[in-house]
């Protein structure tokens, strides 16, 4: 219900062996150059995605999560403080995502598979792929943060996106800051100090309306309770 956080543990992501990547013209970071929609199938093997002559090695995310926003409706496309559309690389097997629930239900939705993707996803598209996920729920009650939480093996990220990218970067460091603060008992100034020495500042992705940044911080430093609030 509204106020709780849907917590979804990505137990398992499986990708067709077939997916696909493209260019549109006038899209993406270098949009201004002079360039064709094209489109390309990528054959999947042996735990690679074939390109051309190179072969990577799968990191098979999900391009899109999350539950209903608060207010008004928002397209499935959008990145935002309900989740949505990050297209964030590390949304993968055996990682964890705390999602504020904002309706009764929380109506999660997830799809837009990607077989592998790096951070910026510069071109507009990743290998997008059919495939099929596997998710396990439980829900934290009354307590939920502001923006999704993402944990790692070794790290906890706040998500964030903003039609300014430099926005979306300043909203994650503040929120870094702020649980080192509650974690350690630090003033502000200590916190950001140490968010020099300790937080990395990572990209989702740059060529959607609403570009994506995540604060990155060593599990060791906070934990999912110095992020959320009552």
Known sequence: MEGDTLVASIVDIEVADKGVILTISGSGVLADKQFKSQ????????????????????????????????????????????????????????????LPVATDGALLAAGDLHAIQEDGELGVA??????????????????????????????????????????????AAEKAVEAIMNSNRWSFEEAYMFSSLAVKVAINQVVDPKKGARAKIPREYVTIDDLLSS
Do not use: M
Request: contains cysteine; aromatic residues 8%; positive net charge.
């Open 39 to 98: 489109t390309k199938i990528v054959n999947i093997r042996h735990g690679f995605a074939e390109f051309k002559n190179v072969r990577l090695k799968l990191q098979p995310a999900i391009g899109t999560i999350g539950v209903a926003p608060y207010g008004e409706p928002l397209q499935t496309t959008v990145a935002y403080k309900h989740g949505g559309n990050f297209d964030c690389a590390e949304i993968n097997k055996g990682s964890t995502l705390y």
């Open 126 to 171: 990743a290998v997008e792929v059919a495939g099929r996920i596997l998710l396990k729920f439980d829900i934290i009650k009354g307590k939920q943060a502001e923006w999704p939480i993402l944990e790692t093996r070794d790290h906890i990220s706040i998500l964030t996106a903003d039609e300014s990218l430099d926005k979306a970067v300043r909203i």
